[in-house]
Structures are given as structure tokens and as C-alpha cells.
T-cell receptor
Framework: DAGITQSPRHKVTETGTPVTLRCHQTENHRYMYWYRQDPGHGLRLIHYSYGVKDTDKGEVSDGYSVSRSKTEDFLLTLESATSSQTSVYFC????????????FGPGTRLTVL | QKEVEQDPGPLSVPEGAIVSLNCTYSNSAFQYFMWYRQYSRKGPELLMYTYSSGNKEDGRFTAQVDKSSKYISLFIRDSQPSDSATYLCAMSAVNQAGTALIFGKGTTLSVSS
């Protein structure tokens, strides 16, 4: 998993509660990404980061915020979880000087009841 | 029309068969192409990547890109039961950190022994 860990790996929460997912990498990669994967939609980019405190929105960013205060950690926050955010969330890193190949973590399975 | 189309399958083949997996796309600006393999409840694993048109071979896997037809393929020779997984194509237009990979929805492959 390219030195990427995600926590928690599974979470069940209730509508309206805040949720934070953590992506941790040990290889000092500059570029980090959050995707969600849903049946019928495939993988879609939520937010990405190109350095500490440098983040930007992806295709499906509504309802999500991110933070990156250290190179190794990229946090995804659902401020007030909704059932439509039930999904599998993957963190990814991109190698510098690459053809935009991205390497994915093991995923977090989130259920919002 | 979706940017990337991929037949979801499932595709079932006997061990030893040659497998052909395909994606079509509509954005002529795409020039970076990738194939990922995803086992059940795991993160996507990068298999192959190519830039622009042409073929690339790696062991039993061959990736082909035909930009004139907006069509990419992944061939698996001498398929094995361990190849049973979902295969995702992915592509992007430019090689920049903020460029999202656009994924197909994946083709599920089952190789029987």
C-alpha cells in the first residue's frame, strides 16, 4: 500500500455527527489525495494536497473539508455526516516526477445511519 | 456521455485463457493511461501505466492505447485464479498534481481453475 495507512478502517456513525478520517504516509510524498468509491460511480476525487497547508477541491468536495498540517498526515473531515456520504474512502499519493500514477491506501469503509 | 466507459462484466474465463479488458473515453486530451487491479475490500493496485499511444508489456500483462479510436485495452495472458479481481482503467489529461485521475467503473474478472 505504498507506505500508506488509513484510520479508522471501518466506522459506523449517525447522521449529523462529525467524522474525521486520517491518512498517514511515511515516505515524505508531497502530493496526497482523497477519493471516494461508490457502486455505479467508480472512484471520484474529493480533495487533494500539494504540500503542507496547500489543498484544493476535487470533483465531489461538497460536505467535506481537509487539512494537512504535516507532510505525513492528510485528514478528511465530514462536518455533519449524511447518509449520502456512506462510501469507501481511499487516500492516495502521487510520486514526484511521475506520469501522475497514484498509489492507494487500504481504504476506510464508512457507514452513516 | 461519461468521460470513461468500461463494461462492468462480470467476465468469467477458465484458467489459462487470454483476457481482454477495455475502456473507451471521450476526452481527446487524455494522454496518461493506467490500469489498476482491485481485490475485494482492498485498495486499487497500480498494474500498468502508459503515456500517449502504443503498447507496453510487463510479464503476462500488455497495455495498449489507441488514441485515434479513444480506446485502451489490458490483455492478460495465461490467466490465473489469482487474477480474479476488479480491473479499473484510469486516465488524465495532464501531468499535474491537481489533475484528477478519471476512472472507469471497473470490470469484474473471475478466473476459474
Amino acid at each position: 500500500d505504498a507506505g500508506i495507512t488509513q484510520s479508522p478502517r471501518h466506522k459506523v456513525t449517525e447522521t449529523g455527527t462529525p467524522v474525521t478520517l486520517r491518512c498517514h504516509q511515511t515516505e515524505n510524498h508531497r502530493y496526497m489525495y482523497w477519493y471516494r468509491q461508490d457502486p455505479g460511480h467508480g472512484l471520484r476525487l474529493i480533495h487533494y494536497s500539494y504540500g503542507v497547508k496547500d489543498t484544493d477541491k476535487g470533483e465531489v468536495s461538497d460536505g467535506y473539508s481537509v487539512s494537512r498540517s504535516k507532510t505525513e498526515d492528510f485528514l478528511l473531515t465530514l462536518e455533519s455526516a449524511t447518509s449520502s456520504q456512506t462510501s469507501v474512502y481511499f487516500c492516495a499519493i502521487r510520486l514526484a516526477n511521475s506520469y501522475n500514477e497514484q498509489f492507494f491506501g487500504p481504504g476506510t469503509r464508512l457507514t452513516v445511519l | 456521455q461519461k468521460e470513461v466507459e468500461q463494461d462492468p462484466g462480470p467476465l468469467s474465463v477458465p484458467e489459462g485463457a487470454i483476457v481482454s479488458l477495455n475502456c473507451t473515453y471521450s476526452n481527446s486530451a487524455f494522454q496518461y493511461f493506467m490500469w489498476y487491479r482491485q481485490y475485494s475490500r482492498k485498495g486499487p493496485e497500480l498494474l500498468m501505466y502508459t503515456y500517449s499511444s502504443g503498447n507496453k508489456e510487463d510479464g503476462r500483462f500488455t497495455a495498449q492505447v489507441d488514441k485515434s479510436s479513444k480506446y485502451i485495452s489490458l490483455f492478460i495472458r495465461d490467466s490465473q485464479p489469482s487474477d480474479s479481481a476488479t480491473y479499473l482503467c484510469a486516465m488524465s489529461a495532464v501531468n499535474q498534481a491537481g489533475t484528477a485521475l478519471i476512472f472507469g467503473k471497473g470490470t469484474t474478472l473471475s478466473v476459474s481453475s
